[in-house]
């Protein structure tokens, strides 16, 4: 492969940024016409003080305001009862839209809420109503939040998640939070939020595939320390951008972008070219500039080839495409906040600076490749291979979503398998071996042992690569071990017509239902799926729930409205209603592990939800 600077490839980058500079600069310039959203305008929040006490706080935007009479607190169950209410005093106006004076609040609303003879779990909800200065009246709208009157500890209702007209509907405490920080406005605090939250997806999905690929392409154009920093900022730079502009993009849409970017051509495509970069690793071909190029680099060994920096930017463009399939909240939170107030340079902000932090373990990488591995020899040689390996098992991993499970297990055991023959697995030691070929000996079983548990799996009807085994174990404990591999076992919909059918015979025999959002090119899904699902406190706790799962992976006009019902932008997300078939008040979005789902399932659920998975974790 060989990455070069011309022409083509600077328009490529050239049009890159002007894409990226149009999605920021086109849509605030009509944004700013229209009328906030309720949830955004009076952004509802609510902390529990105490066993009794709920703090209340409504965040006013500016040129909106609240009636102080439109307010009121009711429970659920009705069996609690609320000490009156102590607003605060508000500014009385002549207000045009009811004709009389009224007492109102701008800016900021806190009150407290005082629960009496509260025994139970119980939901508060809080009715609200405000308008405009421009005009709008919006209707009433309710929020809810969970109150545990046993302890202090709170399920904080999330900022926005009040909805119109009484709908049910709100958002994950986790996106709440997020959302109530990109409508500060503060882009300091939201890049440095955002910044964070890249940090901490650093050991997931959506990064460890690029770490093997910005280490090869700085093994191979054998860096230096400084020529190793730039390409990889080059690399970063180069996937931020592109993430940026595709997050955007699919929040101007109102939809992912995940079933466009995860067909079986692009992912195809983008294997393919690392699975040939991972072949100049093992030297069938050099990874390196032309001749004239070469030269030239030569005669100025301390300056900078702009075809590395160029192809190690485009490189990262293309990684982005691994990246953007990553639905965690974060990601979410900005999507539902472009697409809800068309504000794509807030968003784009918190997209990119959520990008560079996730490029900055890939930058470090990239340099301590650069300082740390050698730079001819035999060592070279041996650490290219290994990297040859590691881009190759990449290769697979990314086009796994759209192999057949059979087909992904013939595919690992013949790559482990490959790898231990290199290490010379099946060759002797010679005389006085030394400790680190006694090292590799140990590791080269490892891999031929793994390699051939996916090969005996498939043989017996193993299709989890994870898990190849199962089809020998479920040979010999019988059905009880097919049931824990598959976990749950959920009915499919289609179609919201179906999805509501579904939910309303649940209602009629006092069932809760839990919709689950899945793809079968989602990485995130299949995590939910082995490790979550197969849970059996998981299993227990849902025992008489009715599970419901949308397959979104044809991303069909059906599958878009499904999502966009939820306000999803891809799965994996998981929804919850309650046994009036009401949506409940917490939702998962992205991977959870099984006690933070479970915590989210009694959350969900309520007072039965709690005391059901509280019976599953005795």
């Known amino acids: 492969m060989t990455f070069s600077s011309s022409p083509p490839m600077r328009r490529v980058l050239q049009l890159l940024m002007l894409l990226v500079a149009v999605l920021m600069l086109r849509v605030p310039v009509h944004a700013a016409d229209d009328f906030l959203p309720p949830e955004q305008a009076f952004r509802f929040s609510a902390k529990q003080l105490d066993g009794q006490t709920v703090e209340v706080k409504f965040a006013i935007a500016d040129g909106y305001y609240m009636y102080r009479e439109r307010l009121a607190v009711v429970a659920d169950p009705a069996t609690v009862t609320f000490a009156p209410l102590e607003l605060p005093a508000g500014k009385i106006k002549h207000d045009e839209n009811f004709n009389k004076e009224v007492e109102t609040y701008r800016h900021e609303l806190v009150f407290h809420v005082k629960a009496q003879d509260a025994s139970a779990p119980f939901t508060l909800v809080v009715t609200s109503q405000g308008c405009a200065d421009q005009g709008l009246c919006y209707p009433p709208m309710k929020s809810r939040f969970q109150v545990e009157p046993a302890s202090v500890s709170s399920v904080p209702t999330a900022p926005g998640a009040a909805v119109v007209s009484g709908a049910e509907s709100s958002s994950d405490d986790k996106l709440g939070r997020i959302a109530s920080t990109l409508g500060s406005g503060n882009l300091g605090a939201i890049a440095l939020l955002f910044f964070g939250f890249g940090l901490l997806l650093t050991f997931t999905p959506c990064v460890l595939p690029m770490l093997p690929i910005i280490s090869a392409i700085v093994v191979g154009e054998h860096a230096t320390r400084m020529r190793a920093a730039v390409v990889s900022v080059a690399y970063v730079l180069g996937m931020a951008t592109v993430y940026t502009a595709l997050g955007v993009a699919a929040g101007l849409a109102g939809q ?358 509280a019976k599953t974790s005795t």
């Open 256 to 613: 992912g972008l995940q079933a466009a970017l995860q067909n079986p051509w692009v992912l195809g495509a983008f294997a393919l070219l690392i699975a040939l970069l991972s072949l100049s690793m093992f030297g069938l071909y050099e990874l390196q500039l032309p001749a004239s190029w070469h030269h030239r680099l030569t005669q100025a060994s301390n300056k900078l080839s702009g075809g590395q920096i160029a192809g190690a930017a485009v490189m990262g463009a293309l990684s982005a495409l691994i990246v953007s399939p990553c639905v965690t909240a974060p990601l979410a939170g900005a999507l539902a906040y472009i697409a809800q107030t068309g504000n794509a340079a807030t968003g784009g902000t918190a997209l990119f600076a959520l990008s560079m932090g996730m490029g900055v373990p890939l930058i470090l990488v990239g340099v301590g490749a650069g300082n740390l591995l050698p730079r001819s020899g035999h060592w070279l040689t041996v650490t290219k291979a290994i990297f040859g390996f590691i881009l190759l098992a990449v290769a697979l991993y990314i086009v796994q979503p759209v192999l057949p499970a059979w087909a992904a297990m013939v595919a690992w055991g013949a790559l482990l398998i490959g790898a231990a023959v290199f290490l010379r697995t099946f060759d002797s030691l010679p005389d006085g071996a030394g400790n680190v070929q006694r090292l590799g000996k140990v590791v080269g079983v490892v891999l031929a042992l793994a390699g051939a548990a996916q090969l005996v799996g498939v043989a017996a009807g193993g299709r989890d690569p994870l898990q190849p085994l199962a089809g020998v174990l479920r040979a010999s404990t019988g059905a009880s071990a097919q049931a824990e591999a598959h976990g749950l076992t959920f009915k499919r919909v289609k179609s919201t017509d179906e999805l509501d059918a579904e939910v309303r015979n649940a209602s009629a025999s006092g069932r809760a239902v839990m919709l689950d959002f899945y793809a079968d090119w989602c990485v995130s899904c299949k995590e939910m799926e082995r490790l979550t699902f197969t849970d059996a406190r998981v299993r227990t706790a849902l025992a008489d729930v009715v599970l419901l799962q949308a397959d979104v992976t044809a991303n069909s006009a059906d599958d878009q409205a499904l999502l966009k019902r939820f306000g999803l932008f891809g799965p994996p997300g998981t929804i919850f209603f309650d046994t009036q078939g009401r949506e409940a008040q917490a939702r998962v979005v992205g991977f959870e592990r099984a006690d933070t789902f479970l915590a989210s399932l009694r959350r969900a659920l309520g007072a039965s939800g709690a005391a059901q998975t």
